[in-house]
């Protein structure tokens, strides 16, 4: 007897588990599968049942949307696994990075073709968010450009300093004419005061930083790098010109030459876990761990990434000799990369005209000031950017990041960054600081990889829709 | 006598060897029990000692001016992290002039100010909370002012040490202090002796080194509960977003039912593939043992798309029934019944056994510690299995495992560590007692065959 309950037990297991979707005819659904963070998620639910009440008042339809959330390391294989049985969600809110993957895959829908897409054009839709940001949903596929998404949060990287380290050493730096109380403002000063703060017998080291790409970034920025050329219909990646290897030049020269930069891929601390154990007395870290450090009992501060300065910009070919210091000023900004989530709406959505209603409104100004407001984060949203930036009751260090967004610029726009930057990138700019090859040769190699693996195979496609 | 170093020797080696080993282990649970800000910290041990900032010694009739922030006088302030000053000095910049914490106050010193002036200033919290100095009477509306020939600061001074005579008095006030000690620039520390208020220390002035700081203790409890806490277990247990007690069971059921048939497809197939003859055996065996060279990554996809063909998205079949056919099972049980003498089953024919009993009092009685290591092995895999679980299951699942749940606990830039390393502390305890209980087994299983 026990042995039959058993059996039956083990079946009831086995058997008892079809998951039916209800479906109500008289109301509408859609699904939005996002990856926030626990306060991000209840503020995000928040915001989702005022629009489907705000919804049922203006069309006296019911709309349910179902938010689910999903681990944002495997968003991507969720989502192409889902692709593959053609049920992925109608909205995802994802990596801004990721847009671009899905984009040329085919799987997103282009929101400017859209029959309530009210705007002219892209370049109007683009007046109403931080451009930056916004530019992660251009895509150009296969010779055509549309928007394919929305952007829905920004990080950018800024400088944080360690005021104690910068207080210890007060008097080296006032020394050398340097200001204790500020960070540097320009790459040239960034040396001089990082060479201060140098401490290698003690692991102490002026700066840190990772070696990716996507950190890498504010220095191609700051030397206004291309990194791709449209010639007739074919693109192709032109890294290992002067610009780019000046930029990389720059990074590696950090390390390799004034060795004020402690060297992550020889084995020494994360820039996150040596800033907070205050070995790094600067690193570029995003506004993510913020109040980790501040809640830490840290004494640092944040200020706008450096910018080149006036003679590395001349030597740049990026201003004149006789260029005021106004136009310096507008023309050789304090760069920096971009980061972040977009909402995107996919191929299998059967009510698209409601979904893209949703994106408008998840983005809209004022969703965007409450949801900053409360979360103490940066704004897409180029009005609310600008309410944040001017209130004094938002906190300083928002305030920072606000102006630093301004500043941001994307990563190159090809499909499969994940590889691009791990498997290309990556290794490449790692021989660059171990000195085995030359900044030039490893971007020129680079480009060479990027162009056969990568623009090569998207170029040719096979006709598989 | 050798053979006691000898052995002490040995003894030393196995507990340096077994440390390193659990090395991980250790940084787990303790990462699980230390206070969110402080999870990346190299520190684990409780500090009792509450260290002041180090403070520059002051110049000999130094005209600076002290600005000092209490928080005590505040209420209704979220917890402070920093705290900057705004003013005519900086004209009301809130970059530079940041308030140093010295241990329970906030303190500045303004240097350079305009003898005989009026300055207006206020206090900045965390970046955006303007509150007037509550502490100086001295106020126009929302604006506390000082006028610097009048005073050096803008109250009365925890911490009034000033130079005279080539020499440092220390002076702190005594009433906010707990035995208080000076730490000098070369790291010398001095107690203090209390006089009329104040605990005082006189220094010459060469022995201070250029700086100073003042060092209190904290109650040990204070100084455990600044580093450690249980909170990220009850944030993991009772998590409306995070269905622990789901996940977990999900998990158990998986492994346990993906255990338990295997070890009885694997131990009725090693049966047939020992002790029974028929058409091409060993040739299939040959072939099933050349699957196990092709990696088990490369079968994901297909799997995958065999398991959706069948509706088993999101099903507990969908999680189980692929990892059956095991084949490393098979070999283990084959390879063990092969030992088991053929005079046994020929005994039990002529006692009148059909093939069920033959298994059922031979076979599984005799295979009971390789059945348990098998179980274990496979049940400690299905326990940690994350990618097919991820994959056969979309976000809304029910069916999610403990694995693919904890990964909810990481961001896209930061990852919540000390609820992680909870999560997985927790995730520990059955593979733990499942050991605990089959130990016995599991030796018994591994070193079969060692010994002939």
């Known amino acids: 007897m026990i042995k039959k309950l058993s059996m039956i037990f083990i079946l009831f297991f086995l058997c008892a588990c079809d998951k039916t979707t209800q479906e109500e005819n008289d109301s509408v659904e859609l699904t939005v599968w996002e990856c926030y963070k626990y306060e991000e998620h ?48 109608d909205l995802g809110c994802f990596d801004s990075l990721k847009v671009l993957e899905f984009a040329y895959h085919k799987i997103l829908v282009p929101l400017n073709k859209l029959p309530n897409f009210e705007e002219k054009s892209i370049a109007q839709k683009r007046e109403s968010y931080i451009s930056g940001a916004y530019n992660t949903n251009v895509i150009r596929v296969r010779g055509e450009e549309n928007l394919y998404g929305l952007p829905l949060q920004i990080t950018c990287l800024g400088l944080f300093w360690n005021r104690k380290l910068f207080r210890e050493k007060r008097e080296e730096l006032t020394a050398a004419g340097l200001d204790y109380q500020a960070p540097p403002r320009d790459w040239d000063n960034f040396v001089r005061y990082a060479k201060i703060l140098t401490d290698s017998t003690k692991n102490q080291y002026g700066f840190a930083m990772k070696n990716s790409m996507w950190f890498t970034i504010p220095f191609f920025a700051a030397y206004n790098t291309k990194y791709l050329r449209w010639d007739q219909e074919q693109q192709n990646c032109i890294l290992g010109d002067e610009k780019s290897t000046a930029a990389l030049q720059l990074k590696a020269d950090l390390y390799a030459k004034y060795k004020i930069a402690a060297a992550t891929w020889a084995g020494q601390d994360d820039p996150d876990i040596g800033f907070q154990n205050e070995q790094y007395a600067m690193i570029f870290m995003g506004p993510w761990n913020v109040s980790k450090y501040r809640n830490s009992g840290l004494d640092f501060g944040i200020s706008l990434m450096p910018r080149l300065s006036r003679q590395q910009a001349i030597a740049a070919k990026i201003i004149k000799e006789n260029t005021s210091q106004q136009k310096y000023l507008e023309t050789v900004t304090p760069a920096t990369n971009i980061g972040g989530q977009n909402i995107a709406m996919f191929k299998t959505c059967k009510n698209k005209e409601i979904a893209y209603e949703f994106m408008n409104f998840i983005t809209s100004t004022d969703v965007q000031l409450e949801w900053c407001q409360k979360l103490n984060q940066l704004s897409i949203n180029k009005k609310t950017a600008q309410i944040l930036r001017n209130n004094t009751n938002t906190d300083y260090d928002i305030r920072i990041f606000m102006e630093q967004a301004l500043y941001s610029n994307a990563p190159p726009k090809l499909p499969r960054y994940g590889y691009l930057e791990a498997d290309i990138l ?34 040719n496609p096979k006709d598989k829709d | 006598m050798m053979k006691i170093i000898k052995k002490i020797a040995m003894y030393f080696i196995l507990l340096t060897g077994s440390i390193l080993v659990l090395l991980p282990f250790f940084w787990m649970v303790l990462t699980a029990f230390k206070q969110p800000d402080q999870t990346l910290k190299y520190n684990f041990v409780p500090n009792q000692d509450f260290v002041g900032t180090w403070k520059k010694i002051p110049k000999e009739n130094s005209k600076r001016f002290t600005l000092q922030f209490d928080p005590h006088l505040y209420k209704n302030l979220p917890e402070i992290n920093r705290v900057k000053v705004i003013g005519d000095f900086n004209n009301w910049s809130e970059e530079k002039d940041t308030l140093i914490c010295d241990r329970n106050l906030w303190i500045i010193y303004l240097d350079g100010l305009e003898q005989q002036k009026k300055y207006y200033y206020q206090f900045v919290i965390n970046g955006s909370i303007r509150v007037v100095d509550y502490a100086n009477k001295n106020r126009d509306n929302d604006k506390s002012f000082f006028i610097t020939n009048k005073s050096t600061s803008n109250t009365q001074l925890e911490d009034a040490s000033f130079v005279e005579n080539n020499k440092l008095f220390i002076k702190l006030l005594c009433d906010k202090q707990k035995s208080p000690v000076v730490e000098l ?23 201070s080194h250029g700086k100073y700081r003042i060092i209190e203790q904290k109650e040990w409890q204070e100084a455990v509960d600044d580093l450690y806490t249980l909170s990220n277990f009850f944030k993991v247990l009772y998590n409306k977003d995070f269905p622990f007690a789901l996940f977990f069971l999900n998990s158990l059921i998986v492994s346990t039912l993906t255990a338990f048939i295997t070890v009885i497809i694997c131990t009725m197939a090693g049966y047939a593939f020992s002790k029974k003859d028929f058409w091409l055996k060993d040739q299939i065996f040959l072939l099933l043992l050349s699957s196990m060279m092709v990696p088990g990554m490369i079968f994901m996809i297909p799997q995958f798309l065999l398991v959706n063909d069948l509706g088993w998205i999101n ?13 490393f099972g098979l070999f ?49 895999g299905q326990w940690s299995n994350f990618l097919w679980q991820l994959i056969v299951n979309t976000p809304d699942s029910v069916y999610r495992t403990l694995p693919v749940g904890l990964a909810l606990f990481r961001g896209q830039y930061a990852s919540d560590w000390g609820l992680m390393m909870a999560g997985a502390c927790f995730s520990i305890i059955p593979i733990a007692m499942l050991f605990l209980f089959t130990q016995r087994y599991f030796v018994a299983g591994m070193t079969s065959g060692a010994v002939k």
């Open chain 1, 426 to 459: 990556n290794p490449e700019m790692e021989l660059v600081f171990k000195g085995a090859k030359s900044a030039k040769q490893a971007l020129q190699d680079a480009a060479k990889k990027i162009n056969e693996r990568i623009i090569k195979p998207f170029q």
């Open chain 2, 185 to 207: 620039g070369n790291n010398n520390q001095i107690s203090l002796i209390e006089k009329a208020g104040y605990f005082t220390a006189e220094i010459p002035l060469t022995e």
């Open chain 2, 315 to 327: 099903t507990y079949q969908g999680m189980i029934v692929p990892h059956l056919a095991n084949v």
């Open chain 2, 332 to 380: 283990l049980l084959k390879q063990y019944i092969d030992t088991i003498p053929n005079s046994l089953f020929q005994a039990a024919k002529l006692d009148g056994a059909n093939e069920w009993q033959t298994f059922r009092i031979i076979i599984v009685p005799l295979c009971t510690p390789i059945m348990a290591t098998l179980f274990l092995m496979t049940f400690v």
């Open chain 1, 42 to 89: 209840e503020l995000f639910l928040d915001f989702v049942s005022r629009f489907c009440k705000k919804y049922k008042q203006k069309n006296g339809k019911n709309l349910k949307i179902h938010v689910k959330r999903v681990p944002f390391d495997d968003f991507v294989t969720n989502i192409k696994l889902m692709a593959l049985r053609g049920k992925t969600p």
